[in-house]
């Protein structure tokens, strides 16, 4: 008997310096990012920075390819993550629009008809002009904007970013012509152009402009400042961008980043990538980018990412309700 004693213990010890068993499923092809925005955007973005990470640190055996798919103001993206039913070799990064183009274009979508995966970050929108503009407070430009009706540019129609602008107008009773662009990128060269007045763009989308003195930063659509010090223009850092709130514009706005896979995939399969996403945010290149991004960290899975969206998508509903979308 103490002889087969021994035996457990030194099976279970050999067992502990073995090799992690191999997943129950791992991908046999390239799995594609579906972005349903254009190149250059927030979204765009983080599935590069992803798909580099990914690829650094060998924590997939199959590379991950990006495909953007912009049209009918990212519908075409849902959709084709849509079609996808079971396949598990798509991957569909989003944000709000996962709500907000199927309630205002009554496309035949729900996130309910995907797998929802990972939840890896929340992002901010910022009140950007351009840096040569007259106004460089929040009361300044929308003293401006009640004057002579100022243009707006954004992503998409009835999206987010039309969404933040009705709120603004419902909150100071500004009026904006809110112009409609394929990306965050766009939008922000739109501005630096001076073909449009301001735009909300998240920070990744105009931080380039904003290091460069081109776009000034008013405030950011937060219940509290961004939480990164680090100074990225020469003067200011994330952090240093006030609330609008507290300028007197009481307004807030955080998007979800989210991952998906089609919908009528295993649970191993979900299960598979909820490991890579782990993994991602563990690596320094991954927090390099949140603070980079000012994106703040939120990973979340299983039930309580199912629980979030839920939350979310009440909120949106009642949003557009309000904007007369």
């Given at each position: 008997?103490?002889?087969?004693?021994?035996?457990?213990?030194?099976?279970?010890?050999?067992?502990?310096?073995m090799p992690a068993a191999a997943w129950a499923w791992e991908p046999t092809k390239p799995v594609e990012i579906i972005?349903?925005?254009?190149?250059?955007?927030?979204?765009?973005?983080?599935?590069?920075?992803?798909?580099?990470?990914?690829?650094?640190?060998?924590?997939?055996?199959?590379?991950?390819?990006?495909v953007n798919k912009a049209g009918a103001s990212g519908a075409e993206g849902l959709m084709d993550a849509k079609s996808?039913?079971?396949?598990?070799?798509?991957?569909?990064?989003?944000?709000?629009?996962?709500?907000?183009?199927?309630?205002?274009?009554?496309?035949?979508?729900?996130?309910?008809?995907?797998?929802?995966?990972?939840?890896?970050?929340?992002?901010?929108?910022?009140?950007?002009?351009?840096?040569?503009?007259?106004?460089?407070?929040?009361?300044?430009?929308?003293?401006?904007?009640?004057?002579?009706?100022?243009?707006?540019?954004?992503?998409?129609?009835?999206?987010?970013?039309?969404?933040?602008?009705?709120?603004?107008?419902?909150?100071?009773?500004?009026?904006?012509?809110?112009?409609?662009?394929?990306?965050?990128?766009?939008?922000?060269?739109?501005?630096?152009?001076?073909?449009?007045?301001?735009?909300?763009?998240?920070?990744?989308?105009?931080?380039?402009?904003?290091?460069?003195?081109?776009?000034?930063?008013?405030?950011?659509?937060?219940?509290?400042?961004?939480?990164?010090?680090?100074?990225?223009?020469?003067?200011?850092?994330?952090?240093?961008?006030?609330?609008?709130?507290?300028?007197?514009?009481?307004?807030?706005?955080?998007?979800?980043?989210?991952?998906?896979?089609?919908?009528?995939?295993?649970?191993?399969?979900?299960?598979?990538?909820?490991?890579?996403?782990?993994?991602?945010?563990?690596?320094?290149?991954?927090?390099?980018?949140?603070?980079?991004?000012?994106?703040?960290?939120?990973?979340?899975?299983?039930?309580?990412?199912?629980?979030?969206?839920?939350?979310?998508?009440?909120?949106?509903?009642?949003?557009?309700?309000?904007?007369?979308?």
């Amino acid at each position: 008997m103490e002889t087969s004693k021994a035996r457990s213990v030194i099976a279970l010890a050999m067992a502990a310096l073995m090799p992690a068993a191999a997943w129950a499923w791992e991908p046999t092809k390239p799995v594609e990012i579906i972005v349903p925005f254009s190149a250059g955007g927030a979204s765009d973005q983080m599935a590069r920075t992803i798909q580099g990470i990914v690829a650094k640190h060998e924590l997939m055996k199959q590379p991950l390819i990006v495909v953007n798919k912009a049209g009918a103001s990212g519908a075409e993206g849902l959709m084709d993550a849509k079609s996808a039913s079971g396949d598990p070799h798509k991957l569909l990064v989003a944000s709000s629009a996962l709500y907000t183009v199927p309630l205002i274009s009554k496309l035949p979508f729900n996130w309910r008809d995907l797998s929802p995966v990972a939840m890896v970050a929340v992002d901010e929108f910022i009140l950007w002009v351009n840096a040569k503009a007259p106004y460089q407070t929040v009361d300044q430009f929308i003293a401006a904007a009640k004057a002579n009706k100022l243009k707006m540019g954004g992503t998409s129609s009835k999206r987010e970013d039309q969404m933040i602008t009705a709120m603004v107008e419902h909150a100071t009773g500004a009026k904006f012509i809110y112009v409609p662009y394929k990306g965050g990128g766009e939008a922000a060269t739109q501005l630096s152009g001076n073909h449009i007045d301001a735009n909300v763009n998240n920070p990744a989308e105009s931080v380039a402009q904003w290091r460069a003195g081109e776009h000034r930063a008013l405030c950011v659509f937060a219940e509290q400042r961004l939480a990164y010090t680090h100074k990225v223009t020469d003067t200011q850092s994330w952090a240093d961008i006030p609330t609008c709130k507290e300028k007197g514009l009481d307004v807030h706005y955080e998007m979800l980043r989210i991952f998906l896979l089609p919908g009528k995939v295993a649970p191993d399969q979900v299960a598979y990538y909820t490991d890579v996403f782990k993994k991602i945010s563990e690596t320094p290149e991954w927090k390099q980018y949140l603070e980079r991004s000012a994106l703040k960290p939120e990973l979340l899975t299983g039930t309580a990412l199912n629980q979030y969206l839920e939350k979310d998508e009440a909120m949106h509903k009642d949003i557009i309700k309000s904007a007369g979308f």
